[in-house]
Each structure stands twice: as structure tokens, then as C-alpha cells.
């Protein structure tokens, strides 16, 4: 299982903050768990749309599609950041 | 070296730089930096502002901002201090205080952090507008600012 967190819009946006999902066997990405999220409804298809401008980070530190998952990671999702 | 901090509650800009110098004879200059809530963003009068973070993170992508400018000039010192939740016009937001012995590292350090800040740290500001709620967008000139820091150029644009 990984964790995975949403943050700003993008958390309102799929309606959704915080959930626990099962890790697909093989070697698992970033960009297999992104696949896992568009394939579920219109909200999430629409809210992880190629294109659209979102972050992602693994365990609390900026990554990427290829950034490889491991069982009990946390992964976040959210918008380009606007602090400051 | 750095003190980093994430809270709701406002911050006394000048007990934050007198952290920075008491008991210390070595320190030559100290920049800061405030950054307050305007009642005006993308031609919209704001009311309120609230600000969302990713706690853990936060903290630890300041840290590491901190550890690059470190890195990057002679410091003696450096806080940060960034608030969330609500927050409403002539609000102070953050604050950034550097100190060195001689004032080109703090003022170099101190805008380096903050354009690191803006572009790096896990922080989201949602407006009331009369229009109503919205997210504030990330602005491109953000990242050219934070961009040229990476670059080695000096000056903007």
C-alpha cells in the first residue's frame, strides 16, 4: 500500500484528501499510480489530464513520473505552489 | 544553522531579527524580507486569503532552501517564518532574515530564498474575491525569478 495525499485545488477538485491505495506488482512509478487515477471517473480523468499543471512528491520531496514506489510511500499530489 | 518555521499565528518581525544578533558580536548585516496580503490580486479586490500547506514537507523544503543559500554564501544566520490559515489584507505572510558580516551575502541570500520560497515550497493561497472563492494561479515570472538563481545570472529577465 502507498499513501497518497491531495492538496489544493487539485484536492477539491477530485474531492478527495487523503486515501490508501494497493501498489500494482512489478515496478511500480509514479506515472503507474497517475495511469491507476485517470482510469477511475470523469473528476479524476479531468483533474490528472495530460497537459494540466500539477506536482508531485514522494515521501515529502519533489518528484516525478519515473520516481519508482515502494510499499508505504507517500505520495502528494497538488497544484504549482503559490506561497510566499 | 537556519530556524524555520510553519504557524498560524503572527510573527514580531523585529524579535525575529534580534534572534539573529543577540549574544554575537560577528554579525555586520542583516536583510530581511516581509511579504504582506494585498487587498488587490488579478484585478480582484481580495477580503481574505487562506493558506494551505503541506505539513512535513514545509518544513523540510525550507530547510533545504536554507541549506542552498547556506551553501551558496558566507552566512552567519538565517530564520524563516511562514504563516497559514486565515489570513486577511496588511497581514504579514512570511518573513525571511539573513544576517553575514558584510551586507552582499544577506541581501543575495535573502532574495534567493524568497524566489525559492515562491516556487519550491509546498504552500497554496486560496482568495475571497467578490466574485468568490478562487486559488491563486502560479505566476511564470516566479519561476524566471527563481530560474536565474539556477542559471548563475545575475540580474532579472
Known amino acids: 500500500m502507498v499513501t497518497l495525499l491531495y492538496f489544493a485545488s487539485l484536492r477539491e477538485r477530485v474531492d478527495c484528501a487523503r486515501e490508501q491505495v494497493a501498489l500494482p506488482p512489478g515496478t511500480p512509478t509514479v506515472a503507474t499510480i497517475v495511469d491507476t487515477l485517470r482510469a477511475r471517473d470523469g473528476r479524476w480523468s479531468a483533474a490528472f489530464a495530460p497537459g494540466l499543471a500539477w506536482r508531485v512528491a514522494v515521501n515529502q520531496s519533489m518528484a516525478d513520473l519515473a520516481t519508482p514506489l515502494k510499499p508505504g510511500d507517500e505520495v502528494a499530489f497538488f497544484p504549482p505552489v503559490t506561497g510566499g | ?157
Open chain 2, 1 to 157: 544553522m537556519a530556524h524555520v518555521r510553519v504557524q498560524e499565528a503572527p510573527f514580531d518581525a523585529g524579535r525575529e531579527i534580534a534572534a539573529l544578533t543577540e549574544g554575537r558580536r560577528d554579525v555586520g548585516a542583516v536583510a530581511t524580507f516581509v511579504g504582506l496580503v494585498r487587498d488587490l490580486n488579478d484585478g480582484a479586490a481580495v477580503s481574505r486569503m487562506t493558506l494551505e500547506h503541506y505539513p512535513g514537507m514545509t518544513e523540510r523544503a525550507l530547510e533545504d532552501i536554507c541549506a542552498q543559500a547556506a551553501a551558496r554564501w558566507d552566512l552567519l544566520d538565517l530564520r524563516v517564518v511562514h504563516r497559514v490559515g486565515p489570513l486577511v489584507p496588511g497581514d504579514a505572510i512570511v518573513l525571511v532574515a539573513v544576517s553575514s558580516a558584510h551586507r552582499g551575502e544577506a541581501f543575495a541570500a535573502c532574495e534567493f530564498v524568497m524566489d525559492f520560497l515562491k516556487t519550491r515550497a509546498p504552500f497554496w493561497k486560496k482568495e475571497e474575491t467578490p466574485g468568490g472563492e478562487r486559488w491563486v494561479e502560479a505566476r511564470a515570472s516566479d519561476d524566471e525569478a527563481a530560474g536565474r538563481w539556477v542559471e548563475g545570472g545575475e540580474g532579472r529577465g
